[in-house]
């Protein structure tokens, strides 16, 4: 009986499987919107759902009430936005780090009444007041991020323990009666009531923010082509730059143009140099890089030479210092520093904004910009409510719903994110 043989058939060679973002920039912007629709199916929906959010609320409280999106309430908005929304941005910073800061309400009072009993209670220069109290808020964060990395104290206990006592040395610091008022035409008091009347400052704002914002997308895709990375086509850049420059100038027009305008608020531009700033130290420096390092991982991280109690440390101390900055906003708009500084509301608001912006609680997700976004949400729902008449019971129910759907959607967009194997 004859031995059969059998050959093998030669096997087709299969291709290489390409990542799909690789195709973006050959597809165009037909491309980038695949790689978006994707993207959104895999859970990363990054700011879309907080600005569609803010797409609602003005439509629905203009359509209630007209002068919604007139030249005051915008204003108020971004006025009442800044001293709370820096806050904001330090929150940003411990959160990316995974971890809490209860303290920054504390903070903020601490740093007002520093201001306001060198400044105010015994004369000295208003600059160098302002500046210790900010220097007092940083040496406070510092200090709780020292007992967090060295000692091992957990954050949500330091800095709880920071709320309690600061606290205390505020009431302390205030004295019997409790409260000092800004002196008229003091630098503090002008943190919220300067406005640049020259129409050319909201302008000339608008056009720099424009050139900034194209600058850095152009910037970006010269980056990623020169390392061979997929980058956003031409097409998109200039579809982004429509709609930043749209909203920029429309904003400066509400300010300038109307009746009644007051021109461009002083506190909006501080508020938005520290959102710059911040941004460039997140995004663009290793140290930003060692941020999210810590955050995503701290072993990891440390087995990759990050000195990991530096970062810690040095978070809070951002935290403390930006606290600190925004507690001389809120005295600017209440009129003095005061006992109850900084308590009420103040703390679930900033932690909220941060969270309703787009910052994961869970760390090593999140972008500086959740801060002003975040602020604008809360803002916006009180500031279209008083103009109904509404209840302060009935903003507090409204921000708590928009906090506690914030975070769902975080939840879900991880799951969605694990389930897809993207994290």
């Known amino acids: 009986m004859s031995e059969q043989t059998t050959e093998a058939a030669p096997e087709t060679p299969q291709p290489a499987a390409v990542d799909p973002r690789l195709l973006v920039r050959e597809k165009g912007f037909s491309g980038y919107l695949d790689e978006f629709a994707r993207r959104v199916r895999g859970g990363e929906l990054g700011s879309l759902p907080v600005i569609i959010g803010l797409l609602v609320i003005a439509v629905v409280f203009q359509l209630k009430n007209s002068s919604f999106l007139s030249a005051d309430s915008i204003a108020n908005i971004g006025v009442y936005t800044s001293g709370m929304g820096i806050m904001a941005v330090g929150i940003v910073f411990v959160l990316l780090l995974g971890e ?85 035409g003091s630098l503090v008091e002008n943190l919220t009531g300067y406005y640049f009347e020259n129409k050319a400052a909201a302008y000339s704002l608008a056009a720099i923010a424009v050139l900034a914002y194209a600058g850095s997308l152009l910037l970006d895709s010269k980056r990623r082509r020169t390392a061979a990375l997929p980058s956003r086509p031409m097409s998109e850049i200039l579809l982004r730059t429509g709609v930043v420059t749209v909203i920029a100038f429309a904003v400066a027009y509400e300010l300038n143009e109307p009746s009644g305008a007051r021109g461009l608020p002083l506190a909006l531009v501080l508020f938005l140099a520290v959102l710059v700033l911040a941004d460039f130290v997140v995004r663009r420096t290793s140290y930003g890089r060692q941020i999210f390092a810590v955050g995503g991982n701290a072993e990891a991280a440390r087995r990759a030479g990050i000195n990991v109690n530096r970062v810690r440390i040095s978070v809070f101390a951002i935290s403390g210092m930006l606290a600190a900055f925004g507690g001389l906003f809120i005295a600017s708009l209440s009129g003095g520093a005061t006992k109850n500084l900084g308590s009420g509301n103040t703390l679930m608001n900033v932690i909220a904004a941060a969270v309703i912006g787009g910052t994961s609680l869970f760390g090593g997700r999140g972008k500086i910009w959740s801060a002003l976004l975040g602020m604008l949400v809360i803002q916006s729902i009180q500031q279209g409510l008083n103009l109904l008449g509404m209840a302060s019971e009935i903003q507090y129910m409204i921000t708590g719903a928009v906090l506690l759907a914030a975070v769902v959607i975080d939840s879900v967009s991880r799951r969605t994110q694990k389930t897809a194997g993207r994290t």
Do not use: C, R, Y
Request: glycine share 16%.
């Open 100 to 184: 809490i800061d209860l303290s920054v309400g504390s903070v903020a009072g601490v740093g007002a009444a520093v201001w306001a009993v060198l400044s105010v209670t015994h004369g000295l220069n208003d600059w160098l007041a302002v500046l210790l109290a900010i220097v007092a808020g940083t040496a406070i964060g510092a200090l709780h991020g020292f007992f967090f990395a060295k000692v091992g104290v957990p954050a949500f206990v330091v800095t709880l323990a920071g709320f309690l006592g600061w606290s205390g040395l505020q009431i302390w610091m205030m004295g019997k009666e409790g409260s000092i008022n800004t002196p008229s």
